[in-house]
């Protein structure tokens, strides 16, 4: 049975709490926990109440009864040849008892006694795993079973090659996003190991990783539609409440390292929100796209600036400080998969497209630096090394995944290979292993590859030098939002 892994995310090392909390609720805590659960399971109802009188009654089902006449006329000699009247009777012919053969075996009272037994308790090492060190990175995967979806917290350590699942959290809706971030609203603390999970539904839910078992987020930004229930006797249509956020699904999200109340969301709705954390609820909502939009990346250096991609084939840059009048529009031959700007040239942004494509651009220019046929089918994976400058690692829907050296705007495929995923969602770099990724896909769940150990890629990458990232302080330069005229649009197509 396959569960699709749809979305990945990695922490730094040394983020995580060394001993996570477990949640330990009083019996009014859990009850009022079901109490609030039978309510909305009993409001989602309010519109099936003919489905559930329906269930209560003996209602005759068309087919049903006709199976069940089939079952009644099924003749007793399809059974004669298994003998169930004597089935108790059989003799075994052989002479061995189990008495017997449970004669010569030695019994202990407890392992601690029986010296076959080397490993007397496993409490040790479940406790080692439980601890997370300073040299673990987490790595974070939405994964959708049939039954349920969850949110996988996974432990990964370079040093000693280890890679396991350390806790998960059950989430309400298909998972679609995932970006961690440390900002806390509470007034207590000040950083914190946070991650907002988008999913088919339009709230985002923000989880606390160093809770185990936890059942509710620790907050929510926006919500469902809610309808004020009818009064008996009246015919009046209910009416709905407004609702500040998204109206559909939660496709992407990207939080502002230097404004870190900050949280953009794309949206189904064709819209991209800006979320004010410390207060929960929309600072400005962008509505430039036409069609769903499927990525948003804030920029890793410029707090005001933002970009964004649709299914509209167009990507559009904005200088959030006065979006609708101060933007940049590119068209694309297909629609925008993903979009992740280049930190080590911070006015150069990639994308990718549902036909394969990746486009390297200039944010102040309206050509492309190159156009890449990468895939033959979707590229749902576009990641930038975290510390190799001009390493790129591609995914698709094509099942494969493939290395490019984009150094000096000229790339060259280094390698190329087939995951045994099948169709590829999801692509993230380690930000402290610079050769580390993670991918998920269809089948077959998480998957960590050290690209390091191929010898096509040490050859082109082994040498060059390592780069980490600058503040945003040093990085010098205007808006590049505001560079050039104010609503450009540009078209590019393959």
């Known amino acids: 049975m396959s569960c699709p892994v749809t979305c990945a995310a990695w922490v730094r ?5 060394e001993t996570p909390d477990k949640v330990q609720l009083s019996e009014e805590e859990l009850k009022g926990l079901i109490e609030e659960a039978q309510e909305r399971l009993g409001d989602g109802a309010d519109g099936s109440d003919e489905g559930q009188v329906a269930c209560g009654m003996n209602v005759a089902i068309p087919g049903r009864a006709e199976s069940s006449h089939k079952t009644e006329d099924l003749s007793d000699n399809e059974l004669d040849e298994y003998d169930l009247e ?32 080397t490993l007397k308790t496993t409490d040790q090492y479940e406790q080692e795993d439980f601890l997370i060190k300073p040299s673990d990175n987490l790595v ?72 185990v078992e936890s059942l509710e987020p620790v907050f929510s930004l926006g919500g469902k539609k809610e309808k004020k229930k009818k009064k008996k006797g009246k015919k009046s ?45 929309p600072a400005a909502s962008l509505m430039l796209h036409t069609d769903k939009v499927q990525t948003v990346q804030f920029h890793p250096f410029e707090t005001q600036t933002l970009i964004s991609g649709s299914y509209d084939r167009s990507a559009v840059l904005y200088d959030c400080r006065n979006p ?105 770099c380690c930000p402290d292993f610079p050769f580390v990724f993670a991918f998920g896909g269809e089948r077959q769940g998480l998957r960590v590859w050290d690209i390091s150990k191929i010898s096509a890629v040490n050859e082109v990458f082994g040498n060059r030098e390592r780069l980490v990232l600058a503040s945003a302080s040093s990085v010098a330069g205007s808006s590049m939002a505001g ?12």
């Open 237 to 281: 249509l209910s009416s709905e409440e407004t609702v500040k956020g998204h109206t559909d699904a939660v496709l992407d999200l990207s939080w502002n390292k230097q404004s870190r109340n900050v949280l953009a969301s794309a949206s189904a709705d064709n819209t991209v929100i800006l979320w004010d954390m410390s207060v929960g609820k």
């Open 324 to 428: 609708q009048d101060n933007h940049r529009m590119w068209r694309f031959s297909g629609q925008v998969e993903r979009v992740t700007w280049n930190h080590f040239s911070p006015c150069n942004f990639l994308a990718s497209t549902e036909d394969g494509f990746v486009y390297c651009l200039d944010a102040r220019s309206d050509k492309p630096l190159f156009t890449l046929k990468a895939h033959d089918e979707e590229v749902s994976g576009l990641q930038l090394s975290s510390q190799i400058k001009g390493c790129l690692v591609t995914s698709s829907a094509d099942k494969y995944v493939k290395i490019w050296d984009i150094l000096g705007d000229r790339p060259s495929l280094i390698h190329s290979r087939n995951m045994k995923l099948g169709v590829l969602f999801c692509a993230a």
């Open 86 to 117: 004597n089935y108790d009777e059989e003799e075994y012919t052989g002479d061995l008892t189990l008495g017997d053969s449970l004669a010569t075996l030695a019994v202990y009272g407890s392992n601690d006694h029986d010296p076959y037994v």
């Open 140 to 211: 974070l995967c939405g994964r959708a079973d049939k039954d349920c979806c969850s949110l996988e917290v996974h432990v990964y350590n370079h040093e000693e090659n280890s890679f396991y699942i350390h806790h998960d959290i059950i989430l309400p809706a298909y998972p679609l996003s995932l970006q961690w971030l440390n900002f806390d609203p509470s007034p207590d603390e000040s950083l914190g190991n946070y991650v907002a999970v988008g999913n088919m539904t339009p709230v985002i839910d923000i989880w606390d990783l160093d809770i």
């Open 13 to 17: 090392c040394g983020v995580a709490k």
């Open 483 to 494: 560079s050039g005229s104010n609503d450009s649009e540009t078209a590019m197509e393959s």
